[in-house]
C-alpha cells in the first residue's frame, strides 16, 4: 500500500472545516488592507531562490526539493512564496503600476526538513507582500494586519517579537563584530555554529543547540550597530507600534532564516511551544527586487504556516464555523424510483438545493441511516407507493416528522428552508 510521502499530510474533508475558516478570514484582512490575490507556479528557476532565500541558508543548502525537467532545466519547488511574487512583480511590469503593489497569496510551501509537529516538508502558508515603499508606516501596518488576521481567528495566546539587522551599509561592521566576539567560542559551539562563523555569521544568534545558548544571549547586538538611516526607520517603527498600541518585545537574537530581509524582522510566536513553532513571521527586503534585475524597490512581507494555525486553533479549543450540510438525501427503492430520484434531484439542484441521492440498493434502513451521518436536514423517500401517487415523502431528518407531498411542492418547501 502507497502511503503520503514521508512529511506531507492529506487534509481530510473533516479538517476542512479549519481551512476554509482561515481562508475566509485571510481575504476579509486582505480586503480591509487593500491587498489583492496573487498565485504564482509551485515551482520556479531554481536560481530565482538560490539567490533571494541565500546559498548560507539551511532552506537553499539542505532543504530545497531541486531537479532537472525533461529539458534540463534547473527547477526547484518553491521553499518560500517572496520571491515569486517579485519575479511576478517584475515580470509583469507591476513596477509601473501606483506603488505600493500589495499582494496576497495562498501557497504550498516545500522544504525538506525533519519531520515534527508543525513542521513539515510540504505545508500551506497565507502571505503578503508590499512592494514598493520604504517608509516604516508600511512596516506598522504590515504587523498591525498580521496580528488582526491572528486575532480574527479568536486567537488571542500570542507575542509579536522585533528586531532590526540594519542593511547594507551597516551590516556588514555587525558581522565583523560578531565573527571577533565569536572566533574565541569556536571551540565551544556546535558543528554548524564553527561553520557560521565564516558562512553566516548571523544564523549564529537563532541556534537552537543548549550548548550555543550562552554565547548567542551575550553576543553583539544588531540593533547596537544600526546606520543613521536603519536608526530613524527602527525608532519611527516603534513609535507607531506604540501610537497603533501594539505590544511587541525586541528579541536581539531574531535574525529569520532567509538572507534577503534589511531593517526590520518581526515574528509571530505561540506563547508555548518555542522559537521552533513560529506562527508566522517576515520583515523588509528592501535589496530583494534589485537582486533580482529591478530597480532598487523597497518592500515588506510577512507569511504564515497554515497547518500551525489549525494546531493552534485546535490546542486553544477555538471552535470553527462547520461546513454547510447538504439539505436533502435522496433515498429510493427500486428501479422506476432510482430515475424519479435522478430527475427530481436535479430540479432541485437547479434551483440552488443540495442534495446526496443514495445510489444503489441499500435497504430504506441503511439509507437513511447515511441521510443521518452525511447531516442532511432532510430525506427524500421515493419507493412503489410514492411512484404510483405521483407524490415523494419528504422526512424531516431532525424531527422524524413525515408528509407525503407533490414533488413540485419540494422545491417551494426547501428553497424556503435553505
Ligand atoms: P518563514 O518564516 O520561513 O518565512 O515561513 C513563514 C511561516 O511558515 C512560519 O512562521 C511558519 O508558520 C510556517 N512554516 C515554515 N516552515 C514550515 C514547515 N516546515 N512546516 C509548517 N509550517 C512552516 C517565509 O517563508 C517568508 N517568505 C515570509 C515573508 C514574506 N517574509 C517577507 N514576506
Known amino acids: 500500500m502507497f502511503k503520503a510521502p514521508?512529511?506531507?499530510?492529506?487534509?481530510?474533508?473533516?479538517?476542512?472545516?479549519?481551512?476554509?475558516?482561515?481562508?475566509?478570514?485571510?481575504?476579509?484582512?486582505?480586503?480591509?488592507?487593500?491587498?489583492?490575490?496573487?498565485?504564482?507556479?509551485?515551482?520556479?528557476?531554481?536560481?530565482?531562490?538560490?539567490?533571494?532565500?541565500?546559498?548560507?541558508?539551511?532552506?537553499?543548502?539542505?532543504?530545497?526539493?531541486?531537479?532537472?525537467?525533461?529539458?534540463?532545466?534547473?527547477?526547484?519547488?518553491?521553499?518560500?512564496?517572496?520571491?515569486?511574487?517579485?519575479?511576478?512583480?517584475?515580470?509583469?511590469?507591476?513596477?509601473?503600476?501606483?506603488?505600493?503593489?500589495?499582494?496576497?497569496?495562498?501557497?504550498?510551501?516545500?522544504?525538506?526538513?525533519?519531520?515534527?509537529?508543525?513542521?513539515?516538508?510540504?505545508?500551506?502558508?497565507?502571505?503578503?507582500?508590499?512592494?514598493?515603499?520604504?517608509?516604516?508606516?508600511?512596516?506598522?501596518?504590515?504587523?498591525?494586519?498580521?496580528?488582526?488576521?491572528?486575532?480574527?481567528?479568536?486567537?488571542?495566546?500570542?507575542?509579536?517579537?522585533?528586531?532590526?539587522?540594519?542593511?547594507?551599509?551597516?551590516?556588514?561592521?555587525?558581522?565583523?563584530?560578531?565573527?571577533?566576539?565569536y572566533a574565541p567560542l569556536a571551540p565551544g559551539l556546535c558543528d554548524d555554529c564553527r561553520a557560521r562563523i565564516v558562512k553566516n555569521p548571523l544564523r549564529l544568534l537563532d541556534c537552537k543547540k543548549p550548548g550555543c545558548q550562552a554565547a548567542a544571549e551575550a553576543a553583539p547586538k544588531s540593533s547596537e550597530y544600526l546606520c543613521e538611516d536603519c536608526r530613524d526607520h527602527f525608532d519611527a517603527l516603534k513609535t507607531y507600534m506604540e501610537a497603533l498600541k501594539i505590544e511587541y518585545s525586541i528579541n536581539h537574537r531574531l535574525v529569520r532564516g532567509l538572507d534577503y530581509y534589511t531593517k526590520t524582522v518581526f515574528e509571530v510566536q505561540p506563547l508555548e511551544g518555542g522559537s521552533q513553532s513560529a506562527l508566522g513571521g517576515g520583515g523588509r527586503y528592501d535589496d530583494l527586487i534589485g537582486e533580482l534585475g529591478g530597480k532598487p524597490t523597497p518592500a515588506i512581507g510577512f507569511a504564515t504556516g497554515l497547518e500551525r494555525i489549525v494546531l493552534n486553533l485546535k490546542d486553544q479549543g477555538i471552535e470553527v464555523p462547520e461546513q454547510k450540510k447538504p439539505a436533502v438525501f435522496m433515498a429510493c427503492m427500486g428501479n422506476s424510483a432510482k430515475i424519479v430520484a435522478l430527475k427530481t434531484a436535479s430540479d432541485l439542484r437547479e434551483a440552488g438545493i443540495s442534495v446526496i441521492v443514495a445510489a444503489g440498493d441499500r435497504s430504506l434502513k441503511a439509507q437513511l441511516r447515511q441521510a443521518n451521518s452525511v447531516g442532511a436536514t432532510y430525506a427524500v423517500i421515493i419507493g412503489d407507493d410514492e411512484i404510483k401517487e405521483g407524490m415523494v415523502t419528504l422526512r424531516n431528518m431532525v424531527t422524524s416528522d413525515q408528509q407525503v407531498v407533490d414533488p413540485e411542492e419540494l422545491k417551494r418547501i426547501l428553497g424556503t428552508q435553505e
Open 6 to 181: 514521508r512529511g506531507t499530510v492529506d487534509i481530510l474533508p473533516g479538517e476542512q472545516a479549519y481551512w476554509r475558516y482561515i481562508e475566509e478570514k485571510a481575504e476579509t484582512v486582505c480586503r480591509l488592507y487593500g491587498y489583492q490575490r496573487v498565485d504564482t507556479p509551485a515551482f520556479e528557476d531554481a536560481g530565482l531562490f538560490t539567490r533571494s532565500v541565500g546559498e548560507g541558508t539551511d532552506i537553499v543548502n539542505k532543504e530545497m526539493y531541486i531537479f532537472k525537467d525533461r529539458s534540463d532545466n534547473e527547477l526547484a519547488l518553491r521553499p518560500e512564496g517572496t520571491a515569486s511574487v517579485c519575479r511576478a512583480y517584475l515580470e509583469h511590469g507591476m513596477d509601473n503600476l501606483p506603488q505600493p503593489v500589495k499582494l496576497y497569496y495562498f501557497a504550498d510551501i516545500f522544504r525538506y526538513e525533519r519531520p515534527q509537529a508543525g513542521r513539515y516538508r510540504q505545508h500551506h502558508q497565507f502571505g503578503c507582500e508590499a512592494i514598493g515603499e520604504a517608509s516604516p508606516m508600511l512596516d506598522a501596518e504590515v504587523i498591525q494586519m498580521a496580528l488582526e488576521f491572528f486575532k480574527s481567528l479568536g486567537m488571542t495566546q500570542f507575542t509579536l517579537q522585533l528586531n532590526s539587522i540594519g542593511c547594507k551599509q551597516c551590516r556588514p561592521d555587525y558581522l565583523q563584530k560578531l565573527k571577533e566576539y
